[in-house]
């Protein structure tokens, strides 16, 4: 089963995140982290296979985690869910590493568009 | 001007996108109200009793910031809504999380449509705005499941090259 790591600041936006998974059709794993910092502190306990991650947190954000797992030796499957899906955010996600962009508000559908590739 | 994409029909759009997608389920339910008062010069939040704002702020090209307005009670019954929890009481941190990630998703899209680089800042809820010198260029007086709710935006480009 893939276990994946759903990072928010926002508990009621982890929620409807990982409700949006299953209605995707994933029956994942789940672990969750409020920001950067606790997210960080779970992928070196235990990395998990794919890291789900606002952008915009206090502590650390989503581009800081990135680029500190990154740094640290972390090449963990990595996107963004966030509520700012301009070309720009998504050009600079990309640079840094990270595989797709969802922007919120977000459907099932779009879970499965970014996802799927990457499955597959 | 390029304050222009940020009209009455790109939010009314982003703002029931994100109600359909993070609230109802459907559209629809989010329309314009029609009161019997048109005036421009209400303000944000004109005539709603016992106001509720979560707000977002951008800093950058742009500084400005987008909030969404409604009544307490209206508030309590989107975040219900919003949590699926049914007729569950709202505590205070449900309604800052809840309510602040509504404005927190319109604010990004609405930053989305803002030319440059810039910055969103933490969403926040409070039953007053702190003053800003960004003038309101928007105010969209929206009716969710019948009762009233605004959705306002500030802004201000920064002077660069005259251009203002």
Known sequence: ?120 | MTTATVDFASVFEIAQVVFAAMVDGDEGLLVPRDDGDDSDDDGAGAGIADPVMSWVEVHGPYSGRTAVITGAETAHALVRALLGDGDAPVTDADLVDAFGEIANVVGGNVKALLPGQGTLGLPKVATSLPPTADPLVLTLRLAWRGEPLDIAVWLTQEEEGGNR
């Open chain 1, 1 to 120: 089963m893939i276990r994946v790591l759903v990072v928010d600041d926002s508990r009621v936006m982890r929620q409807i995140v990982v409700r949006t998974l299953r209605q995707a059709g994933y029956d994942w794993e789940v672990r969750e982290a409020g920001n950067g910092v606790e997210a960080m502190a779970a992928i070196q306990e235990d990395e998990p296979d794919v890291v789900l991650s606002d952008w915009n947190m206090p502590e650390m954000s989503g581009m800081d985690l990135l680029k500190t797992m990154r740094a640290n030796g972390f090449e963990t499957p990595f996107g963004f869910v966030t509520s700012e899906g301009s070309p720009r955010m998504r050009e600079q996600a990309e640079a840094a590493g990270a595989l797709f962009l969802i922007a919120k508000p977000f459907t099932p559908e779009a879970f499965r568009e970014v996802i799927e590739p990457v499955l597959a």
